[in-house]
T-cell receptor
Framework: AQSVTQLDSQVPVFEEAPVELRCNYSSSVSVYLFWYVQYPNQGLQLLLK??????LVESINGFEAEFNKSQTSFHLRKPSVHISDTAEYFCAVRENNAGNMLTFGGGTRLMVKP | ETGVTQSPTHLIKTRGQQVTLRCSSQSGHNTVSWYQQALGQGPQFIFQ???????GRGNFPPRFSGLQFPNYSSELNVNALELDDSALYLCASSLGSGSSTDTQYFGPGTRLTVL
């Protein structure tokens, strides 16, 4: 069975600084990878996804993530964060033989300070 | 195009009661999945419905059950509520299971509190 580990439960960072949120997974089969963002008292919003092709994927609001198969990682990065990026970020994995079931990590709370 | 909607927004029940949560999938989507998100944790998969049939289940007891209707909306029913059932319940819809490009889109969730 697959599992997802988000190594940092909280990441404090100053506005306009770069940030990296780490995600590692384990699986015996090929996977699809996702990052979701959750703002306070809201549901999950899809941020970006890796299904195939280029290992570097980008979102419309400046985030990017790189799939590294050898290190089984899918870290999320942003070169310059804004106050509005403050939220909980979840990494998720879907195995290609597990239908549509997502396995989530425990989440990382990004706290952007002025 | 409307997104995924869920009702009610909040709900308070007492231990031993039964609860029904509702979800309307995004237009054109025929697959609905339900997740439980306990406070401070990531969502956990409960089950999935595809064209009115359950086609996947996580590690949840039988007192968690569901339905999907011909219009692809869905219900999650929980019997004999326990304190640990307090959580945010998330519904997600997608175009259909099996496609490698299939992506789940989540609703805002129902916050259930069991006293």
């Amino acid at each position: 069975a697959q599992s997802v580990t988000q190594l940092d439960s909280q990441v404090p960072v100053f506005e306009e600084a770069p940030v990296e949120l780490r995600c590692n997974y384990s699986s015996s089969v090929s996977v699809y990878l996702f990052w979701y963002v959750q703002y306070p008292n809201q549901g999950l919003q899809l941020l970006l996804k890796y299904l195939s092709g280029s290992t570097l994927v980008e979102s419309i609001n400046g985030f990017e993530a790189e799939f590294n198969k050898s290190q089984t990682s899918f870290h999320l990065r942003k070169p310059s964060v804004h106050i509005s990026d403050t939220a909980e970020y979840f990494c998720a994995v879907r195995e290609n033989n597990a239908g549509n079931m997502l396995t989530f990590g425990g989440g990382t709370r990004l706290m952007v300070k002025p | 195009e409307t997104g995924v909607t869920q009702s009610p927004t909040h709900l308070i029940k007492t231990r031993g009661q039964q609860v029904t949560l509702r979800c309307s999938s995004q237009s054109g989507h025929n697959t609905v999945s339900w997740y439980q998100q306990a406070l401070g944790q990531g969502p956990q998969f409960i089950f999935q419905y595809y064209r009115e049939e359950e086609n996947g289940r996580g590690n949840f007891p039988p007192r968690f059950s569901g339905l999907q209707f011909p219009n692809y909306s869905s219900e999650l029913n929980v019997n004999a509520l326990e304190l640990d059932d307090s959580a945010l319940y998330l519904c997600a819809s997608s175009l259909g299971s099996g496609s490698s490009t299939d992506t789940q889109y989540f609703g805002p969730g129902t916050r259930l509190t069991v006293l």
